[in-house]
């Protein structure tokens, strides 16, 4: 029998290697296929578990100071009935200034901006603002960052004083007797006017424009005692 030549030792490695670069393909196509660059789409949303939304109802002139018990990503947005508001973070959750709405229940959601993707985490009932009671001593501070602290007095329905202290130290003092009408307040006083309500059950909010704290500033207050 003739006997057939053996290729060259070089040849065979050659093989060897082709035959392990097939497996490892083989592996890869088993383990998932090819991998691309990963896309905005490809980047999971993180768990979000909301524990509470407190208070849950508010004046539909909006105002009040909302916090939100959830494990928020610091990249979600968070809207109230399709409205972006801006957050607040802190250690185990974050909170909102709800903003004006009409009468009704609405969703509070927070949206992924690199997925677009959406969750629903609680939802937030704005009622009729005389639900209400504004009668009381009120001590907060402007929430737009112009730094203006100030008291409100509102007695038997009435606005009894309000005391601002501005920015640079000086002080208005109005006392006067304008109504609650329709659960809010509104003075007037030549170039000067001052507005209150309350915001939910727990604080009051409106605008401020005196001597001392010019402006028209948003302002949100707690009820003091």
Not at 31 to 49: D, E, F, K
Not at 144 to 169: A, E, K, M, Q, Y
């Amino acid at each position: 029998m003739k006997n057939e030549a053996l290729p060259p030792f070089p040849l065979a490695v050659s093989s060897i290697r082709a035959v392990a670069i097939v497996f490892a393909l083989g592996a890869v196509a088993c383990s998932g296929g090819t991998h691309g660059a990963a896309g905005p789409s490809s980047i999971p949303s993180p768990p979000v578990v909301a524990a509470a939304i407190t208070p849950g109802t508010g004046s539909v002139y909006g105002g009040s100071l909302v916090s939100v018990t959830t494990t928020l990503d610091r990249m979600l947005t968070v809207s109230v009935d399709g409205k972006i508001v801006t957050a607040v973070h802190r250690t185990d959750g974050f909170t909102f200034l709800s903003p004006p709405h009409a009468t009704g229940t609405v969703t509070v959601t927070l949206t992924d901006p690199r997925t677009a993707g959406a969750t629903t985490i609680g939802t937030y009932t704005y009622v009729e603002p005389e639900s209400f009671d504004l009668n009381g001593t009120w001590s907060g501070a402007t929430t737009d960052g112009s730094d203006i602290l100030l008291d409100v007095v509102v007695t038997t329905n009435r606005l009894s004083s309000v005391h601002c202290f501005g920015p640079t130290g000086g002080q208005s003092i109005v006392n006067a007797s304008d109504p609650v009408a329709q659960g809010r307040i509104d003075l007037k006083q030549g170039q000067n006017s001052f507005s209150a309500w309350a915001a939910s059950p727990v604080d009051a909010a409106g605008l401020i424009d005196l001597p001392s704290c010019p402006g028209g500033h948003p302002w949100r207050a707690n009820r003091k005692g």
